[in-house]
């Protein structure tokens, strides 16, 4: 069975303006899938559905066979990392390392163990020598993996980045990309929401496309971005960095 499932979801924030209409689509164990389609498409409120902030008015979101939809933000947290689009600590003069042990202190972990934890997060994420700094003194791109490895510490089997490379330059981009790609060949599966056809075609192994809270296309980017049609209706972006 696919690691994580919507079936038939719909959902309104509003109970006249229905955003999601039956939704079906599936994310499969290991791959890095994107999700694309223009602004207002649903992109992010799929997302805030698989972390259980709303919840669907009808069907069901499964993760590993199992119907999580009345499942806790807390309890969905344990298995869904979500890493919102502008981290939210930019300024925050806490230590890296505070930081990141943070969600597990917020466990009540014995401190050995989260010591343990934070340290091997710390090197995967290329952060072990900036761990006695304060997260302000961070380049864009460092504090984006910083949010990611806050995130990491919790052992997620998948992580959903809403837009990961917005506003990033050339450098950052493929900072936290090659980063990506490589906890996923670790083992994590890998959801972003992006606008990004260079990211789809060198990271994603499938994109969803959606329109109006439909999917519009679920297919191997390469054969997505040559649909004219589709690429129009989910205004997909060139890279500015790379033109
Ligand atoms: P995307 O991430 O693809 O840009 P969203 O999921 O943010 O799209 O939004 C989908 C639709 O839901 C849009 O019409 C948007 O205006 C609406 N919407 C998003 N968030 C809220 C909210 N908190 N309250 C009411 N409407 C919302
Ligand atoms: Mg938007
Ligand atoms: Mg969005």
């Given at each position: 069975s696919p690691l994580l499932e919507l079936r038939e979801v719909s959902f309104g924030y509003d109970r006249d303006k229905e955003v999601l209409h039956r939704l079906s689509m599936t994310v499969n164990r290991g791959e890095m899938l994107a999700i694309a389609g223009r602004n207002g498409a649903g992109k992010s409120t799929v997302s805030k559905l698989i972390c259980g902030f709303y919840r669907p008015s009808s069907?069901?979101?499964?993760?590993?066979?199992?119907?999580?939809?009345?499942?806790?933000?807390?309890e969905r947290a344990e298995k869904i990392g979500f890493v919102t689009q502008n981290p939210n600590h930019m300024i925050s003069k806490t230590l890296?390392?505070?930081?990141?042990?943070?969600?597990?202190k917020l466990r009540g972990i014995p401190e050995d163990i989260i010591r343990?934890?934070?340290?091997?997060?710390?090197?995967?994420?290329?952060?072990?020598?900036?761990?006695?700094?304060?997260?302000?003194?961070?380049?864009?791109?460092?504090?984006?993996?910083?949010?990611?490895?806050?995130?990491?510490?919790?052992?997620?089997?998948?992580?959903?980045?809403?837009?990961?490379?917005?506003?990033?330059?050339?450098?950052?981009?493929?900072?936290?990309?090659?980063?990506?790609?490589?906890?996923n060949s670790r083992g994590i599966t890998v959801i972003m929401i992006t606008h990004d056809m260079h990211l789809m075609l060198e990271y994603a192994q499938r994109t969803i496309v959606l329109a109006d809270g439909?999917?519009?296309?679920?297919?191997?980017?390469?054969?997505?971005?040559?649909?004219?049609?589709?690429?129009?209706?989910?205004?997909?972006?060139?890279?500015?960095?790379f033109t």
């Open positions: 069907g069901t979101i499964l993760l590993n066979g199992r119907d999580i939809s009345r499942d806790t933000i807390k890296i390392y505070d930081e990141i042990a943070l969600g597990l343990g934890r934070v340290y091997e997060v710390l090197k995967v994420c290329g952060l072990h020598e900036l761990r006695e700094w304060p997260v302000s003194a961070l380049s864009y791109g460092q504090k984006k993996r910083v949010t990611i490895a806050s995130i990491l510490v919790l052992e997620p089997e998948v992580i959903i980045l809403d837009e990961p490379t917005a506003g990033q330059d050339y450098r950052h981009y493929n900072e936290i990309m090659e980063f990506l790609r490589g906890l439909k999917k519009l296309a679920d297919d191997r980017p390469e054969r997505i971005l040559t649909d004219r049609a589709v690429v129009e209706r989910a205004n997909l972006k060139e890279t500015s960095l």
